[in-house]
């Protein structure tokens, strides 16, 4: 090498010397990717509940698994869940995932959704009659109970009231939450059910909707909220309630 070239060469590597000694995460950002685990039980909606969520926050990687691993690993866990509750929590004991979603219950925000919301209650009289995970105090019973004529309570006309309560119906905010930010009261959401939660303690009770008579619409606790309504098929109200959902860290304030 000639005394010019060993010139140059000294002075480049002191010129880059510097350029190599920085981390990679110095000259672009690497975005974050948050997993949010949705329980695949074999019913509901899953696709679509993964679809909606991609959809308000691509940043985020939401996964469809029925590994408890997975669930466990996850910063965000979606519990959804559609047909009968006794089929539900046979998959759910088949798999295994006791662990994972009593995990998820006490420690990440978790957001239930129709039978993901039954099951948080002490019991169901579906399927014979079915406990629940006993996070909030009631039980879930057949509409036909409320919607005879010596107990109907609803403003809506007796004898008009069908099961499956299935379509749009208002919801009515009874306390503020995260979830419901963006989000005006009175909102219309989409139900598909027969059994609906009747919660004993009002402060656990975050939303009402009157289908013969008032039942839990939504219900919370800490780092745990639980919908009756599908907010995948709730159009823009319900992608808002996956977007807060997304971006909530667990806390109520």
Known sequence: MTPELATAYLRLKEAFSGLYEKPLSSFWRVPISVVITIVDLGMGNLHSVKNALSNVAPGQTAVVTADPQQILDAERVVLPGQGAIGTWFRAYERLNLSAAINDAINNKPLLGICIGQQAMFQSSDEDGGVNGFGLFDGKVRHFSEFHKPDRQTSVQPRGKLKIPHMGWNQVSQTQPH??????????????????????ENPADVFGVTDYGHKFTAAVGRQNVFAVQFHPEKSQHAGLQLLRNFTEWDGSVQ
């Open 178 to 199: 995260p979830l419901w930010d963006g989000i005006a009261d009175q909102t219309r959401f989409y139900f598909v059910h027969s059994y609906c939660a009747n919660a």
